[in-house]
């Protein structure tokens, strides 16, 4: 059974990077032509989708981000990424990391979330 | 994009009553690109229902969807205590992929 759990720092500075790491276990990353996505959710607030990454390494993102985002892959630790520039307190959020059924298709499987804050 | 609307935003009900959770599109939906996730506090979503009305592994069949086009339903019967929780809908296949509704509390009266 494919497990995820994402990683990263807890605080980050406004206008600076914000880095998660998202580490597959249970399954190899780039086999079952799965998707991979990191969504994330305001404080008290509802799901937004941020972006995801084929198993091929296609990628698309929410243009509310406005390019702010990137997503990678990484075959050889079996993980994914997302780095969100030139944050502001707007992104504090709790990210969610989260792989689709196959196919672009429902989110059956997501990582715990991690809380990150952005403040000076 | 598509917008989702849910309807109600809180539904308070006993346990054993029955639930019904709207979700409209602004747009039509393919059946085939619908689902529906239950959040308790402090977890991540949980996958309920896919393509409308398929329920996920391990769902019991007293949660149920439906719809198409525009309107889609999600129907919780004999609630347990459990199924007190926040209720997204969703689509995919759409651009972008995957929107959300805005989700529906389902809490004890």
């Known amino acids: 059974q494919v497990q995820l759990q994402e990683s990263g720092p807890g605080l980050v500075k406004p206008s600076q990077t914000l880095s998660l790491t998202c580490t597959v276990s249970?399954?190899?990353?780039?086999?079952?032509?799965?998707?991979w996505s990191w969504i994330r959710q305001h404080p008290g607030k509802g799901l937004e989708w941020i972006a995801y990454i084929s198993f091929s390494g296609s990628t698309y993102y929410n243009p509310s981000l406005k390019s702010r985002a990137t997503i990678s892959l990484d075959t050889s630790k079996n993980h994914f990424s997302l780095q969100l520039n030139s944050v502001t307190a707007a992104d504090t959020a709790v990210y969610f990391c989260?792989?689709?059924?196959?196919?672009?298709?429902?989110?059956?499987?997501w990582g715990p979330g991690t809380m990150v804050t952005v403040s000076s | 994009d598509i917008v989702l609307t849910q309807s109600p935003g809180t539904l308070s009900l006993s346990p054993g009553e029955g639930a019904t959770l709207s979700c409209r599109a602004s747009q039509s939906v393919s059946s085939s690109y619908f689902a529906w996730y239950q959040q308790k506090p402090g977890q991540a979503p949980r996958l309920l229902i896919y393509g409308t009305s398929t329920r996920a592994t391990g769902i019991p069949d007293r949660f149920r969807g439906s719809g198409s086009g525009t309107d889609f339903t999600l129907t919780i019967s004999r609630l347990e205590p459990e199924d007190f929780a926040v209720y997204y809908c969703?689509?995919?296949?759409?651009?972008?992929?995957?929107?959300f509704g805005q989700g529906t509390k389902l809490e004890i009266k």
């Open positions: 249970g399954g190899s990353i780039n086999s079952g032509g799965y998707y």
């Open positions: 989260a792989k689709d059924r196959g196919g672009l298709d429902a989110l059956d499987i």
């Open positions: 969703q689509q995919y296949g759409n651009s972008p992929p995957y929107t």
